[in-house]
C-alpha cells in the first residue's frame, strides 16, 4: 500500500533550537496537509499545500513556524526557534484534489525541553 | 494556572455488539462530513464519508447516519471487534471546493472481551 513517510519519528530538543520535520507524500497526491496533535487541541490544521503551492498557513505561528514543499516528493515543517509548548504529535498528510480520505503518515512525535 | 487535559468521551461496548459513535457539527454549510480511526500511535485512517445531500452511507461493517435538521452525525459499527479499538473523529469541510477538513475533538471506543 502506498503510504506517508514521516521523519524523524520522535525528536527531542532544547528550547531554542531549530527543528525540522520532513514528509513524503504519496505520489500522485497533490495536496498536502499538516497537522499538529495535542491532548489540549486535539488536531489542528497548521498549513497545506496544492501543486506545491501553499493555500492556507492560518493556522500556524508565523514568527517562528514555515511550511515549505521544496519538490512534490517533500514537503517540510520548520520550527524555529522551539518552545515547550511546540511539543505535540505533528502529522503529514497528503491526498488528491477534491478526495476527503486523506492518507496521514505515522506522525513526528516533538519534546522541546 | 494548572492545565486540564483533553477528556474525551469513552464508549465502551461488548465485543460483537453494535457501536454507535455521535457527533454534533456546528457549521450548516459543511459540504462534506467524514469518519476517522486513529489508533495508539499511528495517523488517523480514512472510514467512510458523506456528502451532505444524503442522509445514510454504508461501507464494510460500517454505516455514517447524517440529520442535516439537529446537526448530527453518526458511526455505526456492526459487529465490534477487539481491532475496532482507537479513537474515532468526525471532519467536516466548512468549505467544499478546497479539500480542507476540519477535526472534531474524538471518542475513545473500547471493547470489553
Known amino acids: 500500500d502506498a503510504r506517508v513517510t514521516q521523519t524523524p519519528r520522535h525528536k527531542v530538543t532544547e528550547m531554542g533550537q531549530e527543528v525540522t520535520m520532513r514528509c513524503q507524500p504519496i505520489l500522485g497526491h497533490n495536496t498536502v496537509f499538516w497537522y499538529r496533535q495535542t491532548m489540549m487541541q486535539g488536531l489542528e490544521l497548521l498549513a497545506y499545500?496544492?501543486?506545491?503551492?501553499?493555500?492556507?498557513d492560518s493556522g500556524m505561528p508565523k514568527d517562528r513556524f514555515s511550511a515549505e514543499m521544496p519538490d512534490a516528493t517533500l514537503a517540510t515543517l520548520k520550527i524555529q526557534p522551539s518552545e515547550p509548548r511546540d511539543s505535540a504529535v505533528y502529522f503529514c498528510a497528503s491526498a488528491e484534489l477534491g478526495n476527503y480520505g486523506y492518507t496521514f503518515g505515522s506522525g513526528t512525535r516533538l519534546t522541546v525541553v | 494556572g494548572e492545565s486540564v487535559g483533553l477528556h474525551l468521551p469513552t464508549l465502551s461496548v461488548q465485543e460483537g455488539d453494535n457501536s454507535i459513535i455521535n457527533c454534533a457539527y456546528s457549521?450548516?454549510?459543511?459540504?462534506?462530513f467524514i469518519w476517522y480511526k486513529q489508533e495508539s500511535g499511528k495517523g488517523p485512517q480514512f472510514i467512510i464519508d458523506i456528502r451532505s445531500n444524503m442522509d445514510k452511507r454504508q461501507g464494510q461493517r460500517v454505516t455514517v447516519l447524517l440529520n442535516k435538521t439537529v446537526k448530527h452525525l453518526s458511526l455505526q459499527i456492526a459487529a465490534t471487534q477487539p481491532g475496532d479499538s482507537a479513537v474515532y473523529f468526525c471532519?467536516?469541510?466548512?468549505?467544499?471546493?478546497?479539500?480542507?477538513?476540519?477535526f472534531g475533538s474524538g471518542t475513545r471506543l473500547s471493547i470489553r472481551p
Open positions: 471532519a467536516e469541510t466548512p468549505w467544499s471546493s478546497a479539500s480542507k477538513i476540519i
Open positions: 499545500f496544492r501543486n506545491r503551492a501553499p493555500l492556507d
Open positions: 457549521n450548516s454549510a459543511s459540504d462534506y
